[in-house]
Structure formats: C-alpha cells, structure tokens
C-alpha cells in the first residue's frame, strides 16, 4: 500500500462515538518504542485521506521486568515491595522457609499467609508467560522508567527488586509513584485487580483467556470525540514513537464498514498481506453519534 496523505480536516463534532474493540488472539505486544493508532479513511484509501481516532498499546497485563511491578496501598503488608519478592518476603515473615513442609510451631494463619503467598507467585508467572499472558489494550506513552540503581546501597535510581529492606521499598514507591504522576498515560499493570492498573489506562484486553481460571476475556472499547459517520475505511498501524505526522507507518489491519444493526456501524478488520488468514484480525462496533443513539445508550 502507498503512502498516504494525512489531512487534519474537520469531522462533524456532536456528542462523539464509541469504539468497541475485539481484537484476536494473533494480535500481539507492542514492540519497544512503538505504538498502534487507528485511523478512519475519507474516500478512496490509496489517495485519501487518514483521521486519526486513538493511539494506544497492547501490554501483557503484568510485567514482572518492570521495575515498578510493585505492591502499593495502605492494605499490603510491604507498600514498594518489588512483587517477584513477595514470596520470600512473606516466607521470611512467618519463618516458613519451606511452604511445603512448615516448621511444627508455624501457626494455622502463618501457613494460610505463605501458602496465598506462593499461589500469587504461581498466577503471576503465569500472567506474565509468553503463552498464557492476558494482554491488555493500553494508553500510549513515549516516557521510559528511570535506571535500575547498581545495588541497594545506591542512592541513585529506582532499587532493583533483589532489595527486599522498608527503606528500598521505601525508595522505590516513592520513585515510581513520582514517575506515575509525571507520566500518567504510562501503563503498569497489576496481579491484584487485572482491570485497574497501577498506573495509565486500561482500554479493556485483547480475545483469550484468563490462565488462572480459564474464563474468556476480551474486548476494548474508545470514546471519540467526533461522530463517525460517512467513513469510507478503518486501519489500524504500527508506527514509531515520534514519527512524523506524515508517516503513518507500517498497516496492520484495515476494513470496510456496514451496517448490520440500526445505529451501528460494523467492521470486519484484517491485515492486507493476508487477507484471507484467520489469525490476525479484528472486529469494530460504532456507535457513531452518542448524542442521537437509540439503540443502547
């Protein structure tokens, strides 16, 4: 496909449109330093013009390299704590070196608090696993973390997660936090609630399953703030962080819309090199103007 010409033009602005998302399984992360944005063609696409509707990522919900993979909040027993540590803390806490064979003395609660401990380690692999991660549709941010310090003595930088002490949790909540609210289209996601990052926004998931339950999850969805009506064609691209405006980058997904139910626009999406493949697409519903729908809003 030919470059295309990118215009700023103007869309009728009423009440804005909703954007829901299914994207399949083949969809994959975001690769570091790139982002997805959507776009709705005006005309003929080879020579048309391109409105762009919402930039975005997709992340695995947790990331367990992330330096700010972090427990947070009044109701966690160690605020800062790195979560790959959270097992052998806990462990070290209730003096149950071993979960599968607990000392005599160990208590009943003792054991229920090493024993959750470990479980939460087992889900986290598995969120976090190449195969089974549940990958979330995220807000877009160009910001990197500040560097991993050189050992818990360093006062520089955000502590590595080896550094278990209060003081270097401590250091790295209020490290990370100071960076969340510097940044706060930057996504870090937690184990704790999958629906409620630490940090940024969180779109909804792309089509899977949940490894720690199996239950299906999916669906993302935007609110626009133009109505779309009268579009000819969508895409979905991959582009660089800090490309130019006229280079929208390379296409990942485009299709054409229709009708299907009154008020909704539906599109089928899929990539252009292999149209016919089942594995990489996605499915849009529009409701095109919020401000006159009657079908469920």
């Known amino acids: 496909m030919g470059l295309l010409a990118l215009a700023a033009g103007c869309v009728k602005d009423l009440e804005g449109s909703n954007i829901q998302f299914d994207f399949s399984r083949a969809t994959a992360t975001s690769p570091a330093g790139k982002h997805q944005t959507l776009y709705a063609f005006q005309s003929d696409p080879m020579a048309g013009r391109l409105f762009e509707l919402q930039r975005f990522e997709i992340h695995k919900i947790v990331e367990i390299a992330s330096p700010c993979f972090i427990d947070v909040g009044d109701h966690v027993p160690h605020p800062g704590l790195h979560v790959s540590k959270y097992f052998d803390v806990i462990s070290a806490d209730n003096n149950i070196p071993d979960y599968t064979n607990p000392p005599p003395n160990a208590t009943e609660a003792q054991k229920i608090a090493v024993g959750t401990a470990k479980q939460r380690q087992i889900n986290v692999d598995k969120l976090a696993s190449d195969d089974m991660a549940i ?94 009506d009268g579009f000819t064609g969508f895409a979905l691209y991959e582009q660089n962080d800090g490309a130019s405006s006229g280079d929208p980058g390379q296409i990942l997904l485009f299709g054409t819309p229709e009708i299907r139910t009154r008020g909704v626009i539906h599109v089928h999406m899929t990539n252009p090199a292999t149209p016919t493949s089942n594995a990489l697409t996605a499915d849009l519903a529009i409701f095109s103007d919020l401000g006159e729908d009657d079908v469920s809003f």
């Open 135 to 228: 990958e979330a549709v995220v807000s877009a941010s160009t910001a990197s973390y500040p560097a991993v310090a050189t050992g818990c003595t360093d006062p520089e930088g955000i502590p590595p997660p080896e550094c278990t002490d209060e003081v270097s949790n401590q250091r790295r909540l209020d490290a990370c936090q100071t960076f969340w609210t510097a940044n706060p289209d930057y996504y870090e996601g937690t184990d704790r609630v999958l629906t409620a990052p630490l940090n940024g926004i969180a779109h909804g998931n792309v089509d899977g399953t949940n490894p720690i339950n199996n239950a299906p999850v999916g669906g993302a969805q935007f609110f626009i703030d133009e109505v779309l």
